[in-house]
Nanobody, 112 residues
Framework: QVQLVESGGGLVQPGGSLRLSCAASGFTFSSYAMSWYRQAPGKERELVAAIASVGGSTNYADSVKGRFTISRDNAKNTGYLQMNSLKPEDTAVYYC?????WGQGTQVTVSS
């Protein structure tokens, strides 16, 4: 069955960095676009970044442009989200999404 497992979340100070990973299994990862979403308490889930299956085409939410970078390694069936210059408003549960499926999420907390 399809599995998406996120890792790499945690507590970081404002201005810090984190790298999230999404390990995919149960489907041909390289055939599907993947994306990262986030959901903060009391807010709706929102798209953060997306990347095409091949070719590297990406798009980002305006709020993270220039700070976050989405990437993927199809040979490792893994997607990544590099997050730099983190702000308190980036605090949320981050979810990986591909092939209509979701991971369980990983908590990112930005606080001093």
């Amino acid at each position: 069955q399809v599995q998406l497992v996120e890792s790499g979340g945690g507590l970081v100070q404002p201005g810090g960095s984190l790298r999230l990973s999404c390990a995919a299994s149960g489907f041909t990862f390289s055939s599907y676009a993947m994306s990262w979403y986030r959901q903060a308490p009391g807010k709706e889930r929102e798209l953060v970044a997306a990347i095409a299956s091949v070719g590297g085409s990406t798009n980002y939410a305006d709020s993270v442009k220039g700070r976050f970078t989405i990437s993927r390694d199809n040979a490792k069936n893994t997607g990544y989200l590099q997050m730099n210059s983190l702000k308190p408003e980036d605090t949320a549960v981050y979810y990986c999404h591909a092939k209509r499926d979701w991971g369980q999420g990983t908590q990112v907390t930005v606080s001093s």
